[in-house]
């Protein structure tokens, strides 16, 4: 990653960050992805796929928390989906998807799971898993 990517993601994290509730959920819209694209000289699908590496970096490090990261995971999820039809076959972006599955995964507990944490069952090692593959 070029450094100007580096600062540019630093900046739509930060103002990801000025918009938490008190309860540390954030959001974004369909705006917000077009200008981060225009911001990273990329289409709208190649940005989720930027974005939601950041995203799985921040997180397996600490940097945002999971309703942080579950909230921007759905949020970014909704506009792909609203979207589905400008997405031509084989365009689906992968690793953006890997990263919204990963946090969609730690939403619910299984009942074969008990009591258990599903987040540190299955969002946490699958964010490991792929931050893993980034490097």
């Known amino acids: 990653m070029t450094a100007q990517a580096t600062q540019i993601l630093a900046g739509i994290f930060k103002e990801l960050a000025a918009r938490c509730d008190e309860e540390g959920y954030t959001f974004a819209n369909d705006h917000d992805l077009d200008r981060w694209a225009t911001e990273l000289g990329t289409t709208w699908l190649k940005a989720l796929d930027i ?8 997180y397996d490090n600490g940097a945002v928390s999971y309703k942080f990261g579950d909230s921007l995971a759905n949020d970014l999820e909704g506009i792909l989906i609203t979207r589905h039809q400008q997405v031509a076959d084989g365009e689906w972006p992968p690793l953006f998807w ?10 619910f507990r299984r009942p074969k799971d008990g009591d258990a ?3 540190v069952l299955y969002t946490n090692p699958a964010i490991s ?6 490097d």
């Not at 974005?51 to 921040?58: F, T, Y």
């Not at 890997?98 to 939403?107: L, P, T």
């Open 129 to 134: 898993d792929i931050v893993a593959k980034l």
């Open 98 to 107: 890997e990263v919204y599955e990963a946090f969609d995964a730690g939403e």
């Open 51 to 58: 974005v939601g590496a950041e995203l799985a970096r921040k």
């Open 117 to 119: 944490d599903p987040i």
